[in-house]
């Protein structure tokens, strides 16, 4: 069983910067790709980021792709999410996911264990 629990999220300006973190237990994460997700009210939940199990190899959405940026500690156990040049669009619940297998993913029904959400903000 993992457990994922992010921090981070809050209120920011238009052109800012937040960086979100996922903080993963047990002693298998560094085995695991892991990916960041989003919902806005009333849409669906989105593909943001995804990093494989070494970090050597990354994927974004191309609504974020050159804004945002996704890196992993395996010695402490952390996922990050990095967010430069934010904007409205971007406000949404973003979720940790965790695979159980190394290879980095977009799809969201592929990954087993999910965060519980931390909110972000942009105001315009």
């Known amino acids: 069983q993992v457990q994922l629990v992010e921090s981070g999220g809050g209120l920011v300006q238009a052109g800012g910067s937040l960086r979100v973190s996922c903080a993963a237990s047990?002693?298998?994460?560094?085995?695991?790709?892991m990916g960041w997700f989003r919902q806005a009210p009333g849409k669906e939940r989105e593909f943001v980021a995804t990093?494989?199990?070494?970090?050597?190899?990354?994927y974004y959405a191309d609504s974020v792709k050159g804004r945002f940026t996704i890196s992993r500690d395996n010695a402490k156990n952390t996922v990050h999410l990095q967010m430069n040049s934010l904007k409205p669009q971007d406000t949404a619940v973003y979720y940790c996911?965790?695979?159980?297998?190394?290879?980095?993913?977009?799809?969201?029904?592929?990954?087993?264990?999910w965060g519980q959400g931390t909110q972000v903000t942009v105001s315009s």
């Open positions: 047990g002693r298998t994460f560094s085995s695991y790709a």
């Open positions: 990093i494989d199990w070494s970090g050597g190899s990354t």
């Open positions: 996911a965790a695979r159980t297998t190394q290879g980095a993913n977009i799809m969201a029904s592929n990954y087993a264990y």
